[in-house]
């Protein structure tokens, strides 16, 4: 008579041990959908900056990420206009923290004298926490691009 309430208590443990994996899939792709859709919602504004999509990746798992860079020429890039797209999209927070995390990196880049560079970078993963970093390369976008896909 044990055996058999083992058995069952087993039986029990591994039903709920498959929901839980099944609520927590439906979590993770929930969180990844809420991860491309703030992406999606800050790309014509990124765009609109001159950045162009160079790569795209999505990693399922427990906690989804999906990375992505952006690049543009430094040229392109109006500072200025920084503050107004950042106080008139305060409601996107993607996109802020996209703009806020290039214009910080503008000003470093301004401390470093003479240095001359040709494109900026943007290193996204939207995981949690999200993590952007800038960069700047001396590889023209279009150059930049091109060689990624040879």
């Known amino acids: 008579m044990a055996f058999g309430n083992l058995i069952d208590k087993a039986k ?19 969180t990844a959908g809420k991860f491309l859709d703030e992406f999606n919602e800050a790309l014509p504004t990124m765009r609109a ?11 399922m798992g427990l906690i989804p990420e999906a990375s992505a860079k952006l690049i543009a020429s430094v040229d392109a ?12 999209h305060r409601d996107k927070k993607l996109l802020v923290a996209f703009l806020k995390a290039l214009q ?5 880049k301004e401390q470093l004298g003479e240095a001359s560079f040709k ?7 939207l995981a949690l ?19 990624a896909h040879t």
Do not use: Q, W
């Open 129 to 147: 926490p999200p993590h952007i970093s800038v960069g700047f390369g001396n590889s023209t976008p279009a150059t930049a691009a091109t060689a």
């Open 12 to 30: 029990d443990l591994s039903s709920a041990a498959a929901d839980k994996a099944k609520d927590m899939t439906s979590a993770a792709a929930d």
């Open 104 to 108: 910080a990196a503008y000003h470093v």
């Open 49 to 59: 900056l001159g950045f162009t999509i160079r790569d795209f990746r999505m990693s």
């Open 77 to 88: 890039i109006n500072v200025s206009r920084l503050d107004e797209l950042i106080a008139h």
């Open 119 to 125: 494109s900026v970078e943007m290193d996204v993963t």
